[in-house]
């Protein structure tokens, strides 16, 4: 069911391991051209524009492009009682854990009468995307808006694909988790194009455009962020899921086996790939992937994606090969079941979220953890973070001179101006010391 790579033998360097890591065959790339076209649609046409991508693509065209706050609040009252209670607790926790993602201004005193703060400021708009498709992400609701309220963005706008079970509306439970937050600006529509709405408004629905767009998707949405940066900043290019488990023999082969499948569950091309030193262990994980596969609710599903060329079961040579390995793919989710799982992640640098221990499931941080599941995928946690409050924020510099610390300085101002051939520079120092 899942091809073994065997690595041992092979020097661990992170150019011959990114080399060899499994990805997708899908690239991002592949969907620029579908993603530009979608989003140059949208700027011309509009709401018309987004209807007829949400019949082509999505679970129909919806009745009101933008949902009536009747809805909103329909839907929260309907959300069953233990669904309603489990949002509740998740916002509570991930706006606990978020908080500590917000820097406080600081100062810098270059000497008296000189200093320079630092400053976070929130963005003024963001959107929110929260994928549909094969699932509901209610939890993607909370994961995108808590950090943005958290940071004190002052205005959200959601956009979530039409559901044909509801007749092109979007998912109650959505609408519902939305509520709780106070989000009161929601929009049915999805892919590409609802990317592209975001980034640059339509103005018959009375959608303005925002400065930053966040939230995960399929390979379109991922495409469509990469050809509207510039235009709005992206939190990242979010696609396809990975997890990623560092196990050695004193592992639970079931409780690894149980984590593979829980992402595979998502998409066919769901990324889930075990790293050990010990292939007695990779065969017991194999037959117990074998085991709860065929026993999933979504089993084909879960086989399409343990059968892939992005899974794999992968031997390395020792612990150190494996950090290696994980830092050269740099997964989305990474699961440390070792004998010492604290001493190996010293070894770790690359990981969007990093599980440690048996009983911290990458399930926990899908939901209830107060960490945030929307994870840079695809080797860019190799260099992009997660999702956080510092996503909306902007660091900005205030510089406080009086006049007697700019004269201390001025004649090195002139002196750097003239080096530079431009003179006007340091004129606009030494005009402010010339009698009048």
Do not use: C
Not at 143 to 168: K, T
Not at 273 to 299: M, N, Q
């Amino acid at each position: 069911m899942i091809q073994t790579i065997d690595l041992r033998g092979v020097q661990p360097t992170r150019a011959a391991f990114q080399r060899l890591v499994p990805r997708p065959v899908v690239d991002v790339q592949v969907a620029m051209s579908v993603a530009a076209d979608l989003i140059a649609d949208v700027r011309e046409r509009g709401a018309a524009a987004l209807r007829e991508q949400a019949e082509r693509f999505d679970g129909g065209a919806p009745a009101s492009v933008r949902v009536p706050q009747a809805e909103i609040d329909a839907a929260v009252a309907g959300l069953p009682a233990d669904v309603r209670e489990a949002l509740e607790e998740a916002i509570a926790r991930v706006r606990q854990a978020t908080a500590a993602q917000v820097p406080p201004p600081a100062e810098t005193v270059i000497r008296p009468g000189a200093s320079i703060v630092q400053r976070w400021e929130p963005v003024e708009r963001a959107g929110l995307y929260v994928p549909g498709g094969k699932a509901v992400y209610p939890s993607s609701v909370v994961m995108n808006a808590v950090p943005a309220q958290v940071a004190g963005v002052a205005s959200v706008a959601l956009v979530s694909p039409p559901q044909r079970e509801f007749g092109g509306a979007v998912h109650p439970v959505i609408l519902g988790a939305a509520g709780l937050l106070g989000i009161d600006e929601v929009y049915a529509m999805g892919g590409a194009g609802a990317i592209g709405a975001l980034a640059y408004g339509v103005e018959e629905l009375g959608l303005a455009p925002v400065q930053v767009i966040t939230g995960p998707g399929n390979i379109y949405v991922a495409a469509a962020k990469r050809v509207v940066r510039g235009q709005t900043g992206i939190d990242s290019e979010a696609g396809t899921t990975e997890i990623l488990v560092i196990a050695d023999d004193t592992a639970d082969a079931g409780y690894v086996a149980a984590d593979l499948v829980s992402q595979a569950e998502h998409d066919e091309a769901a990324a889930s790939l075990l790293v050990t030193d010990s292939p007695a262990f990779a065969d017991r994980v194999a037959e117990e992937l074998g085991r709860l596969a065929d026993a999933t609710k979504h089993a084909e599903r879960v086989r399409t994606a343990l059968g892939g060329p992005q899974s794999a079961v992968v031997l390395v040579d020792d612990l150190d090969a494996a950090a290696a390995f994980s830092n050269a793919y740099g997964p989305e989710h990474l699961e440390l079941q070792t004998a010492d799982p604290e001493a190996l992640l010293a070894s770790i640098h690359n990981a969007g979220a990093i599980f440690v221990g048996p009983t911290s499931p990458v399930s926990l941080g899908d939901y209830l953890a107060g960490s945030n599941h929307v994870l840079p995928t695809g080797g860019q946690a190799r260099f992009s973070p997660g999702l956080g409050a510092y996503s909306f924020l902007r660091p900005q510099q205030v510089v406080r001179y009086d006049r007697e610390a700019l004269s201390e300085v001025a004649d090195r101002i002139v002196a750097l101006s003239t080096a530079e051939d431009l003179p006007a520079h340091g004129e606009a120092v030494t005009q402010r010391f010339r009698t009048r």
